[in-house]
């Protein structure tokens, strides 16, 4: 049996502000496994970068349990949870987060500074990532250099050169207009293809979504449909724009701790439709 990549059991995550709790993660379960293409969607202010955050280690959970890499990460201390963070997961943002004074090679190669790697080898490293996102001959060029597509493939590459287990996009294409974030979209999935690491990504866009195999729609805290599709970007066609279960769609981690319901019944979308042929179960 494989270790999930992540996996998150009745998650919260509530924020204090001036007095004021905001509940933005109000009990949250999912698996991540190896390799998977995951599409999280959902209204904004409905918690899917607060969720990201938490997939991701960057924050912790106010309840729940929370394993990454096989670790739970009540367990550790801030240190471990950078190094955990550091070796499975690679995170790729709306905005790109790239140094500015620095060139692509050195922002690429800035993981592998905290991994205790050598100057010579994080350079051939992050060169030959620049590579694989096609900007080998952009390796000396400063991020108000490079267009802005480039400028995220720069990031890609900086989150990938660790070899991550899973790549975690945050509306990666937000900032780019249609025909770059495309390209940028085709880079992401051709590297979740090639290398097997597993692609969680924010999107508001229901075509994006649909190109992924799970799709996992958010709404005030809770997944309100988490599903497996037999053919990922066929979906357009007749599924509801609410992105509820489609009726070619199984749905995926129902059971148990469901949002807020302390029954495990399934959600209901495949039991309602009946017709699932072959959808269930492993992805990738
Ligand atoms: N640091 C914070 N302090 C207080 N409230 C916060 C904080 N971060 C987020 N929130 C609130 O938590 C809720 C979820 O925010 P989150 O950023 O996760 O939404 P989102 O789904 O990513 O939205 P968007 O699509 O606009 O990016 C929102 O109501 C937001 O105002
Ligand atoms: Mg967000």
Known sequence: MTVAAIEAVDVSRTYELDGVSVSALRGVSLTIDQGEYVAVIGPSGSGKSTLMHLLGGLDRPSGGRLVIGGRDVASLTAPELATLRNETIGFVFQAFHLL???????????????????????????????????????????PNQLSGGEQQRVAIARALVTEPA??????????????????????????????????????????????????????????????????????????????DPAPSAEPRSASGSGPGRPSGGSGGATGATGRLPHAAGGAG
Do not use: K
Not at 105 to 133: H, I, K, S, T
Not at 168 to 183: F, I, K, M, Q, Y
Not at 213 to 236: F, K, Q
């Open 166 to 243: 899973v790549l975690l996009a945050d509306e990666p294409t937000g900032n780019l207009d249609s025909v770059t974030g495309e390209a940028v979209l085709e880079l992401l999935e051709r590297l979740n293809a090639e290398s097997g690491v597993a692609l969680v990504m924010v999107t508001h866009d229901q075509e994006v979504a649909a190109r992924a195999r799970r799709r996992i729609a958010v709404r005030d805290g809770l997944i309100r449909s988490d599903t497996v599709h037999d053919r990922p970007g066929s979906a357009g066609a007749g599924e509801p724009a609410t992105l």
């Open 100 to 142: 500015a004074r620095t060139s692509a090679v050195d922002n690429v190669a800035l993981p592998l500074v905290y991994r205790g790697v050598g100057a010579r080898q994080r350079r051939e490293r992050a060169a030959a990532m620049l590579g694989r996102v096609g900007l080998g001959h952009r390796l000396h060029h400063r």
